[in-house]
């Protein structure tokens, strides 16, 4: 991340008032700014092993134990958090990590939040933490390859709420609509500006294409999409972001869910990850204007490994019901170029045309500026059911493992299917793809026969 010179556009309460890059936090900063903000409490934030934030709150009353607590951390259970911790030897330690923190948006006293590492009794990172995971599988790809990973999520959901005729919206046809067709505009914006403000680099947020009425009922789905940071950063955003959409929820009494698939024949919610390999502050993902090597073999990478990837990002039975033809999302091993019905699709990445702002506005000025390094690749399968933290993992590990790869660039040319799958003339080379598993514990089996590629430098052992 770029250091910060001026913070005054920046949403975080954090970063405008220490005017430094959340990277360069320090215990003294926190404590500088709940002095001079007069926060009351202190919440330690980490995720358990349902995915979802846990909580430990301190009252601020004194000076002392707060530099106390911020420097040791403080005990837990683990075997409350974790099905594979014994109780008889559950203790671990949970250490703030100062860039995270943020200024709770929903306490009803000035709170800090600030997210936690896990470590064992020896002081170490819990080696079965699946934040621990994801951040060696992070370092090993950076060590053996000199990439850095970056990633960003869109995270669909659907907001179930009494039925409401007036201005409908067409069914299966929400895509971008606006209010009032759009009945909770007013959320999403809402959970977009909180986002932000917990430190979330948000890209957009819009009307998804599902929306219907089911018994007394309607049924409204939206996204909210993220800007590419580095990948363990990207997990802690979507894990923050899911927690502020269900306070909100709760605030305005309504219903969120981001299960998989809710009806037949209405669309399902993804969450899909874009993905960049970045080297010295630039994005390697296109070479003069087209898709390089590097993004190939990450292709090649995520596609070998999706099976088994599946078992982190499809968690949910009805996951698979999900990914069905016809419906936007996956069902074969394949990849291509705008196509939403491909497992690794290639989005428009600006490396055409470069003259469309004069186009569309003649006063401006043609500066030739190149925008390639907008261009990501997207992996489609995964879902709201996903652990975030092993799923990143799991796909920092496919990276590595296509950059590695001595036939990857013969492998992505064989699962290329160009703009439409269903063409007549991909027709019998999709015949002969391999399929993404069908349930739980398809995913399972297939997690086993390619554990051997996750265990590798030492990056999914959690022992």
Not at 410 to 415: F, S
Request: with cysteine; charged share 20%.
């Amino acid at each position: 991340m770029t250091a910060i010179n001026s913070n005054a556009g920046n949403a975080s309460l954090l970063i405008q008032h220490l005017n430094k890059s959340p990277r360069d936090f320090t215990k003294a900063d926190i404590i500088q700014f709940i002095k001079e903000k007069q926060i009351q409490m202190l919440n330690f934030r980490y995720p358990g092993e349902d995915n979802r934030l846990k909580t430990l709150n301190f009252v601020i009353n004194d000076y002392h134990y707060l530099d106390s607590i911020l420097s040791t951390g403080e005990r837990v259970d683990g075997s409350s958090l974790f099905s594979n911790i014994e109780a008889g030897s559950s203790d671990l330690y949970v250490v703030p990590k100062f860039r995270t923190a943020f200024v709770n948006p929903f306490a009803k006293v000035p709170t800090l939040d600030i997210l936690c590492s896990y470590f064992n009794k020896d002081g170490e990172p819990l080696a079965s933490s699946p934040e621990n995971v994801l951040h060696k599988a992070h370092n090993v790809l950076k060590e053996k390859t000199g990439f850095t990973f970056q990633t960003m999520g869109e995270l669909e959901y659907y907001i179930i709420s009494p039925k409401n005729d007036l201005f409908r919206a067409m069914n299966q046809k929400g895509y971008h609509e606006s209010a009032p067709f759009s009945k909770w505009e007013d959320f999403r914006t809402e959970a977009m500006h909180l986002i932000a403000q917990c430190g979330g680099q948000i890209k957009y947020g819009h009307l998804e294409v599902g929306n219907f009425s089911l018994g007394e009922f309607d049924y409204e789905q939206n996204e909210i999409e993220f800007l590419p940071v580095d990948v363990e950063e990207a997990a802690e955003q979507l894990l923050i972001a899911k927690w502020i959409i269900r306070s909100l929820a709760y605030k305005y009494g309504v219903t969120v869910t981001f299960a998989p698939k809710i009806t037949a024949d209405k669309a399902g919610s993804g969450m899909h990850i874009h993905t960049q390999l970045v080297k010295d502050g630039k994005n390697m993902m296109t070479e003069n204007g087209k898709l390089s090597d590097y993004a190939k073999k990450a292709i090649a990478g995520y596609l070998s490994l999706a099976p088994s990837l599946t078992a982190f990002g499809n968690t949910n039975p009805t996951s698979y019901f999900r990914l069905v033809p016809h419906q936007e999302a996956p069902t074969t091993v394949c990849w291509g170029d705008r196509n939403r019905s491909v497992l690794v699709r290639v989005p428009l990445g600006w490396s055409g045309n470069t003259d469309m702002l004069t186009k569309a506005n003649p006063a401006e000025v043609l500066t030739n500026e190149d925008f390639s390094s907008k261009q990501t690749v997207e992996f489609r399968c995964p879902d709201g059911s996903a652990n975030i933290y092993l799923l990143l993992a799991g796909l920092t590990v496919a990276a590595r493992h296509g950059l590695e790869m001595a036939n990857a660039l013969e492998y992505a040319n064989e699962t290329y299917v160009g703009i439409n799958i269903f063409s007549e003339e991909h027709k019998e080379k999709v015949k002969g793809l391999q399929t993404l598993p069908v349930s739980c514990w398809d995913s399972a089996t297939l997690l086993k026969k390619q554990a051997d590629i996750y265990k590798q430098y030492g990056v999914f052992l959690m022992q």
